[in-house]
């Protein structure tokens, strides 16, 4: 079974992050990635740290099942090379700053002209309206301003999340709104303009959040491993390291009371619900605390599987990386990258039944040039040749 995006051909514009991570987002799934570079390189290619072959390690997290095509959109020659391709596409995508595509002269109303089934897909800071719009931004202060750093971290201060949550927030709703826009576009022939704000989609994830403000007008603060209306559901030290629990329902919390050799607090009316546990947080977790502090987290593990308590340890990526239901469900993978070799990658987490991974190990600058000019353009190799003189590719 081919993959469920095999047949659609996206020009892939950004770079960074959150683009990237939406590109190959589609790409894992059989879309024909087209990564168009300025001739020297995505900049993501110069961050480290760097694998021994000069390969940046962000930039390979991020570029997987794509191909790279290097094209200088600034002359005119590169320009005509870009619009023939999309004459035999069917997605444009970018994250420049409002206004960036229009300069080029490749914004979507010149690109519909030129292809009026053409997808186009816009990922900025704020999105291409409001008084945000011409604003550099980045993930940070898309954490920031969305509200996200201010319930993130313990105590008085605010904590930037470990992973790029608002990049990453982009490159997933991109992804799923070029599917959508595919699908619209099967039934009626029109293309669309998308446009995403950084700002928009992380705030969309603050959910139940907002949702609690809007029925009480309480700002929460940092809530550290908390859970704001579910007791207990966090952290705790253990003798020898850190897990987590999740007691959401009453049987999970009698299971964590008897795990825990607190039989006593079942019937306690302190605690006898969440709704009490919540009000009498602060009674309840050292003793909680106190208790976990007794054995290591592999006795709490037979202990808390035996009662059927959602819980999980606290692990470091090197444990990540090594656990056995991330290997059996392959995501890890390896891939054979032209210069490094063996490259070992994090894998698709879209399992579909019968489809093989179609993979392709992140491209070198410019890798695919000359084969996407020859073979889907038709030019010769002294046309190219010519290109590379011009400095067009």
Known sequence: MQGLLAGARILDLSHMLAGPFGTMMMGDLGAEIIKIEPLEGDPMRLMGPHFLQGESAYFISANRSKKSMTLNLQTERGRTIFYQLVKVSDVVYDNFRPGVMHKLGIDYETLKQINPRIIACSISGFGQ????RDRPAFDIAIQGRSGAMSITGTGEHPA???IAMGDLAGGMYAAFAIAAALYH???TGEGCFIDLGLLDCLTSLLTYVAQ???????NPGPQGTEHMAVVPYQAFQTKDGYLVVAALTEKFWQGLCRALELPHLIDDP???TNDARRVNRAQLIPLLAEAFRQRTTDEWQARLDAESVPWGPINKIDRVVSDPQIRARRMIIELEHPTIGKLPMLGNPVKVQGMA???IPPPLRGQHTRQILSEL????PEQIAELEREQVI
Not at 129 to 132: E, I, K, M, N
Not at 212 to 218: A, E, P, R, S
Request: glycine share 14%.
């Open 270 to 272: 302190r605690f006898i």
């Open 185 to 187: 576009r099967e039934k």
């Open 212 to 218: 609690y403000f809007f029925c009480d007008g309480i």
């Open 357 to 359: 991974d179609p993979h």
């Open 160 to 162: 930037r999340m470990g």
């Open 129 to 132: 309206t409001g008084p945000y």
């Open 377 to 380: 353009l038709g030019y010769s």
